[in-house]
């Protein structure tokens, strides 16, 4: 049923650039799309780096333990290390502005305190991949949690329509006319300052818990997936194929799961890509914030909120986790437009140029 | 059309009543939330909670407590600060609105220009390394994190051992139009920079795709049919048309930032405007003032959509509904 559902609706097929009618004979839509992009050299290159810095951030223990020798957690301040064969110490008296005060130790180029310590002595490169960590995971599950609120929500209102439908549009309509940083900032300031966490039946959040985050970052953006979700759902359920389900008798929810459903996940596909890269953005604002994780946990954000006061003596603290930021989103975003060419029936107008 | 604009009107005050209640409710009826512990601030002492219980009358029920609060926030006027008693927080909010409404007006006219310019230039050398390139900078630009980069020009204007090319550039902070125009614009402008560059590289790309998407509808062949230079038919013909997406986005998102969406600019350069004010707030967990902020920046949101719809009715008759 599914491959007869993604038949395009002209009988003609289109051809991305560069394709040729006898390549893509006889292959399925999904079969397309993957070949399409996968020879979207660009995206595939970004789609490589976006791996590689989540492997690098999985391997954070590898590299504090066995490489850099270090314990990113625990302060360290009147620990010292080995430059140049002179042992030094991590943080050091003077070097600030007027000479004065302490300073942590700078980019050393070397396997221990790689880009240098912080102001506790915590080594940043291995802290920066444990904050990676943090930050991919929470971008991660808040874009797909988010995406699956907003297909189950989306698919149930324009199914119905009527009145459920009225009551989901106009809630998601309320939460989109918030600001999203200002949304997230109301919930985290209450939901962080539970002093025993969240208590939802069986469910217990405690209130450092990265979910309390996560769950924040995919409510803001439930609306933002739900309308396009919804507006397919809508087109969807006119089409042939779903009334020829309802004459054979399908139940609804056979209908909305196994009929709808296969129909419109590409618009979710296309969307998650580029949502992970949002919530990752979001994330680091809401930590630098101080309202996203907390310590002693790390992420991106909060490392370079740590390294606000040490901007103008040892800027690798704030630049470091930020290369590592735009990096991932970049990759992402390049993704996500990879995707979205692959997939996306709109690629025919590309080819009429 | 004034159906139309009355219509909308009903609607826009049932979303901010709407609003008002949801923000209430997320401040003051999370189960398991003591208010009173929280407008107290950390560490409050008992002398404190039973003060602020009375202010706010929590032993009352809940909407009545809703009611209360929207008198102080709107007729009274007088909801206080928690972290500093003297401190009102309606006209505070009054008092940083300019400052947040430079940073935004200057950011928005740097990237109009700019993502005009870009999104043309793209269109026009389409084919050559010159596109590609524009587009590959815009999304760079679409994936940094405004804070960051807000640091990162700071380390490189604000070092002690900046550059002499950064002489002119002044401490940060923020100085009223009112007082001295030529020393608003030195502060202003590398926040306007900072903050324009997100949508430069959005508002270019989304340009460029409206472009061509256009450049094959039957108007613009006839256009160019008829010999109008290629220069002619791209400015009046195929940018009009897609200038209309163009400010429906930018209405939206000018809201957005004045709303508080230039909160992370504000906190960087120290401007303080709505967003700093709302992020001092945050560190000494002052609810009243959060919640004030976040209601200002909703309402502000709410009504510039209304205004954005108007506007769009205008311009595009199509979408008016009878």
């Known amino acids: 049923m599914a491959e007869f559902a993604f038949e395009p609706e002209s009988d003609q097929v289109h051809l991305a650039p560069g394709e ?29 780096l976006f791996l590689l810095i989540v492997v690098l951030c999985l391997l954070a223990p590898v590299y504090a333990h066995h490489i850099a020798h270090t314990d990113p957690f625990a302060s360290n301040i009147s620990g010292t290390t080995v430059v140049n064969g002179k042992r030094v110490d991590i943080i050091q008296q003077g070097g600030g502005g007027l000479g004065l005060g302490e300073t942590p130790i700078g980019p050393t180029w070397q396997t221990n305190y790689f880009v240098g310590a912080d102001n506790s002595g915590r080594d940043v490169m291995a802290r920066t991949l444990y904050g990676g960590r943090n930050s991919l995971e929470i971008g991660v599950s808040s874009a797909v949690l988010c995406c699956l609120i907003a297909l189950v929500l989306g698919v149930i209102a324009g199914f119905f329509r009527r009145t459920t439908d009225a009551i989901l549009s106009r809630t998601m309509d309320l939460i989109w006319a918030f600001p999203v940083y200002l949304l997230a900032i109301s919930l985290a300031t209450v939901l962080l300052t539970k002093e025993n966490g969240l208590q939802w039946g069986p469910i ?40 020829a389900s309802v004459s054979q008798g399908a139940s609804n929810w056979r209908l909305m799961f196994a009929e709808i459903l296969p129909n419109i996940i590409t618009t979710v596909i296309v969307l998650l890509p580029l949502m992970i890269a949002t919530t990752v953005l979001t994330e680091s604002a809401l930590s630098f914030l101080g309202i996203g994780v907390q310590p002693p946990q790390a992420s991106w954000g909060t490392i370079i909120d740590d390294g606000q006061a040490l901007l103008y003596t040892r800027p690798a603290v704030a630049i470091v986790p930020g290369i590592f930021i735009v990096a991932t989103v970049l990759s992402l975003n390049v993704l996500g437009d990879g995707v979205r060419d692959a997939l996306d029936p709109r690629a025919k107008v590309r080819v009429r140029e | 059309m004034t159906a139309f604009i009355v219509r909308r009107l009903i609607g826009l005050v049932v979303v901010l009543f709407a609003i008002s209640v949801l923000t209430f409710l997320i401040f003051f009826a999370i189960p398991g939330v003591d208010p009173s512990r929280q407008l107290a601030g950390r560490n409050p002492d008992p002398a404190t909670i039973a003060a602020v219980k009375h202010q706010f009358g929590l032993d009352r029920p809940l909407p009545i ?48 220009v700019f993502s005009i310019l870009l999104g043309l230039l793209a269109v026009v050398f389409k084919g050559t390394f010159i596109d590609p390139l524009i587009m590959i900078l815009a999304l760079i630009g679409i994936s940094m994190p405004v804070f960051w980069l807000g640091e990162v020009v700071n380390l490189i204007t604000q070092s ?9 550039v002044p401490p940060l902070g923020y100085v009223p139009l009112t007082q001295n125009p030529w020393q608003w614009f030195l502060h202003l402008i590398l926040p306007w920079i900072t903050l324009s560059i997100l949508y430069i590289g959005f508002y270019a790309r989304v340009l460029r795709g409206s472009l061509l998407e256009v450049q094959n509808e039957d108007y613009v062949r006839t256009a ?99």
């Open chain 1, 20 to 48: 040729t009618p006898r390549e893509i004979q006889g292959k399925s839509p999904w079969q397309l799309a993957g070949r399409r992009l996968v020879r979207n050299r660009i995206a595939m290159a970004s789609l490589g």
């Open chain 1, 204 to 243: 217990h959040i405690s209130s450092s818990s990265l979910w309390v985050t996560t769950t924040i970052i995919a409510i803001v953006y439930v609306p933002y997936v739900y309308r396009p979700v919804r507006g397919e759902v809508l087109s969807v359920r006119e089409k042939e194929y779903v009334e």
């Open chain 2, 65 to 112: 407590r809703y009611l209360l609060m929207m008198k102080r926030l709107f007729i009274s006027r007088d909801l206080v600060s928690y972290g500093n008693q003297a401190l009102k927080v309606v006209p505070t909010i009054w008092a940083a609105t300019p400052v947040t409404f430079s940073l935004v007006f200057g950011a928005a006219v740097i990237w109009i």
């Open chain 2, 160 to 168: 002690p051992n900046r550059s002499v090319i950064w002489s002119w």
């Open chain 2, 224 to 322: 160019r049919a008829k010999g109008l230079s290629p220069r002619g038919v791209l400015v009046r013909h195929m940018l009009r048309t897609s200038l209309i997406t163009f400010v429906s986005l930018f209405g939206l998102d000018f809201g957005v930032l004045v709303g508080g969406g230039a909160l992370l600019t504000e906190v960087v350069f120290a401007l303080p405007g709505v967003g700093l004010l709302t992020y001092h707030s945050l560190q000494s967990l002052d609810l009243p003032v959060i919640m004030a902020t976040v209601l200002y920046g909703a309402f502000f949101i709410t009504i510039m959509n209304a205004i954005v719809d108007v506007v769009y009715a205008r311009l595009d008759p199509r979408i008016r509904p009878s």
